[in-house]
């Protein structure tokens, strides 16, 4: 091993490449480490020769902003590399690398000066690669070159797998909902024109053992379907003649989802719709049919069946039997390995749908027109990102009627009272701060919300801060949507006219600041004998509260924050590697909070507070890099509102 102090000093380094034994050590050594575990032996043993050997010790520098444009990079062997940037021992702006780790990978592969000290922290043992050995590797290796381009979502693949591995004894099908229904559709779908008879039809799916026909035109463009569950109700007890054409019994509109759409697209549709087959298309002509058969193989449950038992609900006690089957099936879909932007958002929507029934069943005993109001959801179901463990927090909006007595006021209290009882019921908390529909102060008419929104917007106190954190991300759920709509033209139109109130919003959702140490290390809170974060308050309320802003400031009306961040980012400019590490991080945390909640390892009774020691290699890597990428993300946060 050689020690230097000035890496741009010319060295002799070519007795530092490894050889023989050495080259094969190391090159084993490299493949417990991302991304050499996934590259070709060849290319691992390519990236070793190609290295050199270093030592450094603590304290010494390894990359300086001063030196110019990086010209190396560098695997770590055994110790601990320190980046600093400018005053970052007072701004806790540092950020550490440990073993396994490559670095300054940014730098290197933009040609340019660092913007960071790097110094070792302990004795430390590295390899370092030439700029020009780094780029022709990522050329021979698919794998070394996307990884440099895409670290944070690689590492959140590998995460993902490493989970699939966990539960792979009790995982209960293959296929990822993010698959594309282009991958689905692997043979032609069974068609017939709007005038074939019947007969041929049924004895077509009888003789194809197929449950459903699909019609099409003379271009191929879906017209009417005709399933297995509709011959009873549309042939059988209508006793209509076998020799009608299919025009005359078929379905109608069909709902169809394109080739590119995903798996769990097809799942809500079925969901919202109560249907078990989606045609695809292709720039409108049908190219497949995918069943509810090929979206889930659950042993025990599916989302259509989760789905159909709440729709179908006729009382409380059924909907708080079918609440149980909703964590059921979210167990189920995180064994599949599957995202937390699909999980939640398919907890929010069989939550969605079981608030709506309940809503529906208490508006017909209470006798009130659901035209006459809108259920509001807030918070993260608002934003359609409920985890397991979540409380209420909903409001109604009402009509505007001339007419309006304070005794009818009364009665849609007591139905939203009934309502908030009964969620409570079914497994979801009332809400500590009375943020709840039964609450007078959030059963308003669009008249009043208007009224409370533009105060919190012109006034902008903490209070008024804290009021936009929650009611700002409001969603439609039962009854008349288009008083939402009216309400969020108003909001957005509002918030994006008044610097004075973003800044405020920036300035208070800058007060949590990621949890880093000065040393760059994740700084976490002992509770219980053990190191711990909270994954809400410390993680995704900041990338939360951060895509708000932006998305106010800009006017996008999404709420959720995956989609305010798709949004924002090609908004501003931001390379879309940047910007999908931002949505990458989010969903990385949320997924760790879901886990944490399912396996019921979280620390403290807090449901989102984990033991940071219990994460495996894999996920102590991403949360660290996450934290990184939330920290750069409030930085930039800064320099647009600070100022």
Not at 148 to 169: E, T
Not at 429 to 451: D, V
Not at 524 to 537: A, F, H, Q, Y
């Amino acid at each position: 091993m050689a020690s230097r102090s000035d890496h741009t000093r010319a060295m002799p380094t070519a007795w530092l490449r490894p050889s023989g034994q050495a080259l094969e050590n190391l090159s084993g050594e490299l493949r417990h480490h991302p991304p050499f575990n996934e590259m070709e032996e060849a290319h691992v043993r390519d990236f070793v020769a190609a290295s050199r050997q270093a030592f450094f010790k603590p304290g010494e520098a390894v990359v300086r902003p001063e030196d110019g444009p990086v010209r190396e990079l560098f695997f770590i062997r055994r110790g601990a590399v320190t980046g600093k940037r400018g005053l970052s021992d007072l701004s806790g702006g540092a950020f550490q690398y440990e073993a396994g780790d490559l670095f300054p990978v940014s730098a290197v592969l933009a040609q340019r000066a660092p913007t960071t000290l790097y110094s070792a922290t302990e004795d430390t043992f590295a390899l370092a690669v030439s700029a020009e050995d780094m780029q022709a590797l990522a050329e021979r290796s698919a794998v070394f070159g996307d990884f440099l381009n895409r670290r944070i979502l690689k590492f959140l693949d590998l995460s993902r797998s490493a989970l699939q591995v966990a539960y792979a004894s009790q995982a209960l099908a293959e296929q990822s909902l993010e698959t594309p229904l282009a991958s689905l559709c692997r043979q032609t779908p069974v068609t017939c024109s709007p005038e074939t008879p019947l007969r041929d039809a049924l004895a077509r799916m009888h003789e194809l053992h197929i449950g459903s026909m699909l019609v099409v035109d003379a271009a191929n463009v879906p017209q009417g379907i005709l399933t297995r569950y509709d011959v009873l109700g549309r042939v059988a007890l209508a006793q209509v003649p076998l020799s009608i054409p299919m025009r005359e019994v078929m379905v109608q509109p069909v709902f169809t989802l394109t080739h590119e759409h995903t798996a769990q697209d097809a799942a809500l549709l079925m969901s919202r719709h109560g249907i078990r087959h989606v045609p695809v298309t292709r720039e409108g002509r049908v190219v497949g049919m995918v069943s509810e058969r090929d979206l889930f193989a659950l042993q025990r449950l599916s989302l259509k069946q989760v789905s159909a038992s709440i729709r179908h609900a006729g009382d409380l006690a059924t909907l708080q039997s079918v609440a149980h089957d909703i964590r059921r099936f979210a167990r189920s879909l995180l064994e599949q390995g599957v995202q937390a932007k699909q999980l939640t958002a398919l907890i929010s929507h069989l939550n969605d749908v079981l608030t709506s029934r309940l809503v529906e069943l208490t508006a017909e005993r209470h006798g009130l027109d659901l035209q006459g109001f809108c259920w509001i959801a807030l918070g993260s179901e608002g934003r359609g990102e409920q985890t397991i463990a979540t409380d209420q927090d909903n409001a109604l909006i009402l009509a505007d009627p001339a007419d309006r007595t304070p005794q009818d006021r009364a009665r849609v209290l007591a139905f939203a009272r009934e309502v908030n009882e009964g969620l409570d019921a079914c497994g979801y908390p009332l809400c500590k701060g009375n943020i709840m529909a039964s609450n007078p102060a959030c059963c308003l008419t669009l008249g009043e919300w208007q009224q409370r929104f533009a105060h919190w917007i012109d006034q902008g106190s903490p209070q008024d801060l804290l009021n936009a954190s929650i009611y700002f991300d409001f969603r439609s759920l039962a009854g008349n949507a288009r008083l939402t709509d009216r309400l969020r033209e108003t909001v957005t139109a509002r918030a994006m006219a008044n610097p004075r109130f973003l800044r405020q919003l920036a300035l208070n959702g800058l007060a949590q600041s990621a949890p880093l140490n000065w040393l760059g290390q994740v700084d976490t809170t002992t509770v219980e004998g053990r190191d711990t974060l909270d994954l809400k308050l410390q993680g995704t309320a900041i990338f939360v509260d951060v895509a708000r802003l932006y998305a106010l400031a800009r006017g996008v009306a999404a709420t959720g924050t995956r989609e305010r961040l798709e949004a924002v980012g090609p908004a501003m400019g931001v390379p879309d590697h940047e910007h999908q590490a931002w949505i990458g991080g989010f969903e990385f945390l949320q997924m760790l909070r879901l886990r944490a909640q399912l396996d019921g390892t979280t620390v403290g009774g807090n449901a989102n507070r984990i033991a940071v020691s219990d994460l495996n290699d894999i996920d102590r890597r991403i949360l660290k890099e996450t934290l990184r990428v939330l920290r750069t993300l409030q930085q930039r946060a800064r320099l647009d509102y600070e100022r």
